[in-house]
């Protein structure tokens, strides 16, 4: 009983704390700025540039594998504790009795921040803590980045940064004149990004009345800005910007560009009939009221062509189904499509070819190339031979091209067209050698054969001979102008 007394007296009058001592505190807090210096010297080490870096453990593993992270929960409470109570016990035996809840700074915690698991702060957490804090980004973060955020840089110098694609912060040019002077620098240095760059911090900090109002002396500046705006969409500004500028046929013909944002056709007509009223050229305001008006017809001939195709009334759209709407499409598509389904159509009615010619002063030219193009794709060589003959005030018929029958053979035969009908237009050529170099290269024999009996040619004749076949008739024919050459000869 005296053995039992005597340990409980021992045991209520002994205690496992020591008194603080500035030895003990400055003992941690060197440990703790020793600690602080190795992680700094390792920011010599990194490679910072080097993103494939692997980090490994102590343990010799990669940082981050999953037996990793089993070890470094299992030993968060055992080994990085008595280790840290070991080298604490050496300044003061006070700190051998704290609670053991594991410390969160193991060697390999330096790596990867606070370690999580970790509910309470050691003495080093507390003495150090600033927030939540991970030291992995600022051991990898270049040096020379620190600079970008805490020196002040001039004007100048900040342009050269951005120049070399250097991270530079803005904000800190504040005054008007500051800014001023950084957009005549990134201007006077002709890079494109930064003079953008620079434009949208002042887009963003300064009044549109100020902005507006020194961009108007610099035009180089401005035409980047006005740029930027349109292709970012920013129409809003665009229009303010130009309204200022008093620029009122540019605000006229942004404003006409939203119709193509409209996608409902309805809403997009009306849109344009509101157009024709903006401040535009008189040019300008002719193709506005162009645009108005084939919207209009485009809309009336999609009404009646839908109803027909789905009716099956019609035996050219069962034969040739419409591949696409004919809404919005250009003037010279719309042509085109009249030609292919509407050719034979009276002048009155909106969808004709020639209704359409008139309305819009469709050129001769190009209305017979889109109308032979047309006709030929659907092989009617009825059209073709009507569209390019023409009748003079005698009533005498000829054939006609505006745009050259050397075209008309080139599209023709693109649509397969018989060498019957090649052949006939190809005689219309009138340059010789052109003459003879299509009839050659669509085998035209008999034009070929015609050619040279006009240039009396005999040396060609004979040797055209040998690429026609033989036995056929342009064969004979060739023979029978050699003797006919052989003939004419002798009589001399």
């Known amino acids: 009983m005296s053995r039992v007394r005597a340990d409980e007296?021992?045991?209520?009058?002994?205690?496992?704390?020591?008194?603080?001592?500035?030895?003990?505190?400055?003992?941690?807090?060197?440990?703790?700025?020793?600690?602080?210096?190795?992680?700094?010297?390792?920011?010599?080490?990194?490679?910072?540039?080097?993103?494939?870096?692997?980090?490994?453990?102590?343990?010799?593993?990669?940082?981050?594998s999953i037996s990793w992270s089993i070890k470094e929960t299992a030993s968060g409470s055992t080994s990085s504790l008595d280790g840290r109570d070991s080298s604490l016990?050496?300044?003061?035996?006070?700190?051998?009795?704290l609670p053991k809840q594991g410390s969160s700074y193991s060697l390999s915690s330096l790596f990867k921040g606070r370690n999580k698991l970790s509910s309470f702060q050691s003495l080093s957490d507390a003495l150090t803590d600033t927030g939540v804090k991970n030291f992995a980004p600022e051991l990898r973060r270049p040096r020379a980045e620190y600079k970008d955020y805490s020196s002040d840089w001039s004007p100048k110098d900040t342009v050269r940064r951005m120049q070399r694609g250097k991270v530079c912060s803005l904000e800190r040019f504040r005054s008007l004149q500051d800014k001023l002077v950084l957009l005549d620098e990134a201007v006077a240095g002709h890079d494109g990004n930064v003079?953008?760059?620079?434009?949208?911090?002042?887009?963003?900090?300064?009044?549109?009345?100020?902005?507006?109002?020194?961009?108007?002396?610099?035009?180089?500046?401005?035409?980047?800005l006005i740029h930027f705006l349109r292709e970012m969409g920013e129409q809003k500004f665009l229009l303010d910007l130009l309204r200022f500028l008093d620029r009122t046929e540019e605000v006229a013909l942004s404003q006409y560009r939203e119709h193509l944002n409209i996608q409902d056709v309805e809403k997009r007509r009306e849109f344009l009939k509101g157009c024709i009223g903006l401040p535009f050229s008189a040019e300008d305001t002719s193709h506005i009221q162009d645009h108005y008006t084939l919207l209009e017809r485009q809309i009336i001939i999609e009404a009646n062509d839908r109803h027909l195709e789905m009716a099956g009334?019609?035996?050219?759209?069962?034969?040739?189904?419409?591949?696409?709407?004919?809404?919005?499409?250009?003037?010279?598509?719309?042509?085109?499509?009249?030609?292919?389904?509407?050719y034979t159509e009276a002048e009155g009615m909106f969808s004709s070819p020639t209704n359409l010619k008139k309305t819009f002063k469709i050129p001769d030219?190009?209305?017979?190339?889109?109308?032979?193009?047309?006709?030929?794709?659907?092989?009617?060589?009825?059209d073709v031979d009507a569209l390019l003959t023409t009748?003079?005030?005698?009533?005498?018929?000829?054939?006609?091209?505006?745009?050259?029958?050397?075209?008309?053979?080139?599209?023709?035969?693109?649509?397969?067209?018989?060498?019957?009908?090649?052949?006939?237009?190809?005689?219309?050529?009138?340059?010789?050698?052109?003459?003879?170099n299509l009839a050659t290269k669509y085998k035209c024999h008999d034009v070929v054969i015609e050619t040279y009996r006009d240039l009396k040619d005999r040396i060609q004749l004979t040797a055209y001979k040998d690429k026609v076949e033989r036995g056929s008739a342009?064969?004979?024919k060739i023979h029978s102008i050699l003797s006919n050459m052989v003939r004419i000869a002798y009589s001399f």
Request: glycine content about 4%.
């Open 89 to 97: 016990q050496k300044g003061s035996s006070a700190y051998a009795a």
């Open 313 to 342: 009334q019609s035996e050219l759209f069962r034969k040739y189904p419409r591949k696409a709407s004919i809404l919005n499409m250009p003037l010279v598509t719309t042509l085109f499509y009249s030609c292919f389904y509407h």
């Open 195 to 224: 003079i953008t760059a620079v434009l949208i911090f002042l887009k963003r900090t300064l009044r549109r009345e100020i902005l507006f109002r020194e961009l108007e002396v610099r035009q180089v500046a401005l035409c980047h």
């Open 474 to 476: 342009e064969e004979e």
């Open 391 to 436: 009748k003079n005030w005698l009533g005498y018929t000829k054939k006609k091209a505006p745009i050259g029958f050397h075209r008309v053979v080139e599209i023709l035969q693109r649509n397969n067209a018989p060498v019957q009908v090649l052949q006939e237009y190809v005689r219309l050529v009138e340059d010789v050698d052109t003459r003879l």
């Open 365 to 382: 030219k190009q209305y017979v190339l889109t109308a032979l193009a047309a006709r030929a794709k659907l092989r009617a060589w009825g």
């Open 9 to 64: 007296e021992e045991y209520w009058h002994s205690s496992k704390f020591r008194a603080f001592t500035f030895d003990d505190e400055d003992d941690e807090l060197s440990q703790l700025k020793e600690s602080k210096r190795t992680v700094n010297s390792l920011r010599d080490i990194v490679d910072d540039d080097d993103d494939d870096l692997e980090r490994v453990s102590w343990s010799g593993e990669p940082v981050g």
